[in-house]
């Protein structure tokens, strides 16, 4: 679900939930029967959960560099409410924090939303390529979470794809619709419209586990 169509349900469900208050306890309070509080209950407490859910994801997210993730997802124990919080922000199996770790991004550096109308950089500085005992994987994804087709059939890039570094030792991905000349190595497709972007670190290092390691923001250079 594109998070524009998210945005649409909450409001939707936000206006009904207003109207069944204003009519069962304003309007018509003598129609009200056994029958018809129970399913208004129900009704509105699903209502109630998906509307504020975002919110409650929002209280366990950390955000640096404009990527999101949620530090503790897939251990054993977790509170409902956390586990809520997972699955919200990372929808699908996860594993615990020492055997993945995951982030995920749909905005720039400067906070605005990614499109392939322009072109960005991510950069790697020498020797800050994720740490891990593993691999890693950056994939590209459009606004509803499909993976994006691209004339050379590349859908991720990671520590085994062959990216070149630069004279400094330092590595950049070039995220664009368009291959980027010189680069091609370095290139992960984006489509031309809206897109979104996640991070995986498999068997990630200390730096990653204690919260040291930060993700390179996503810049925008064209």
Not at 24 to 43: A, C, E, K, W, Y
């Amino acid at each position: 679900m594109s998070s524009r169509m998210y945005a649409y349900l909450r409001v939707l469900i936000g206006v009904l939930f207003v109207f069944v208050i204003i009519n069962s306890f304003i309007l018509n309070p003598n129609s009200r029967t056994v029958r018809n509080d129970v399913i208004q209950g129900i009704l509105l407490g699903a209502g109630m959960a998906f509307a504020t859910l975002p919110i409650i994801a929002r209280f366990y997210v950390t955000k640096v560099n404009g990527w999101t993730t949620v530090f503790g997802c897939g251990k054993p124990g977790n509170g409902f409410l956390f586990r809520a919080a997972c699955a919200q922000i990372f929808p699908g199996p996860v594993n615990v924090p020492e055997e993945a770790m995951y982030w995920t991004t749909s905005a720039d550096s400067a906070g605005h939303t990614l499109s392939g109308k322009h072109d960005y950089t991510m950069h790697f500085a020498a020797g800050q390529l994720p740490p891990n005992n593993a691999f890693w994987s950056l994939t590209m994804a459009d606004d509803r979470q499909r993976f994006v087709p691209n004339p050379i059939n590349r859908y991720i890039v990671n520590d085994r794809s062959g990216l070149l570094p630069n004279a400094d030792g330092s590595v950049d991905i070039y995220i664009q619709n368009a291959a980027p000349a010189g680069h091609q190595s370095n290139w992960l497709p984006a489509p031309a419209s809206n897109f979104i972007l996640w991070l995986r670190v498999y068997e990630p290092g200390p730096a990653i586990l204690n919260g040291q390691y930060r993700v390179p923001p996503i810049v925008k250079v064209k």
